[in-house]
């Protein structure tokens, strides 16, 4: 929080017109910056938190062998994948943005749906089970009476 800032970059375009001024001196800056920025780094290495190895549990169910899905990060972002592996190597696609409002496919597909964008940004709503259920739609369906909305 100390370096990634507006503070930071405004009082660094300070102190180097400070420097082209001939007000202070390139190396006190500069040490004064990297003595600041290696404790930052070295707190950073300690105290960060391994995502890639983690998972996100969800109450998708796996085609293949029954058991649930959970949320991974892998190097093309997050994605879906059984947990149930090294036995069963089911993966799948996230949406954008994994919608936990629970709203089952109108289709009766068994997918739910799930918010999306599309290419030029703007959001609606398609079946989780895409490719296999193509719907879509722009707006989430209405709940039913004595339904509660999630949103």
């Known amino acids: 929080s100390d370096i990634i ?11 180097l017109d400070n420097i082209e001024n001939g007000l202070i001196n390139k190396n006190d800056l500069l040490t004064d910056f990297y003595d600041k920025f290696m404790k930052s780094f070295k707190d950073a290495k300690v105290n960060i938190k391994n995502i890639k190895g983690s998972s996100e549990p969800t109450d998708i169910i796996c085609e293949k062998c029954g058991k649930p899905m959970v949320i991974k990060v ?24 994994y919608n936990k409002s629970k709203i089952p496919c109108p289709t009766g597909c068994g997918g739910y749906l799930v918010e999306k964008r599309t290419k030029k940004g703007r959001k609606f709503y398609g ?16 709940p039913a009476k004595g339904e509660k909305s999630s949103d």
Request: hydrophobic content about 30%.
């Open 5 to 15: 800032n507006l503070k930071f970059t405004a009082n660094m375009e300070v102190g």
């Open 74 to 97: 892998g190097r093309f972002g997050k994605f879906l994948a059984c947990s149930g592996y090294p036995e069963c190597k089911n993966i799948k696609p996230i949406p954008v943005k």
């Open 127 to 142: 079946c989780s089970n895409y490719p296999k259920c193509d719907h879509a739609a722009w707006t989430l369906p209405k």
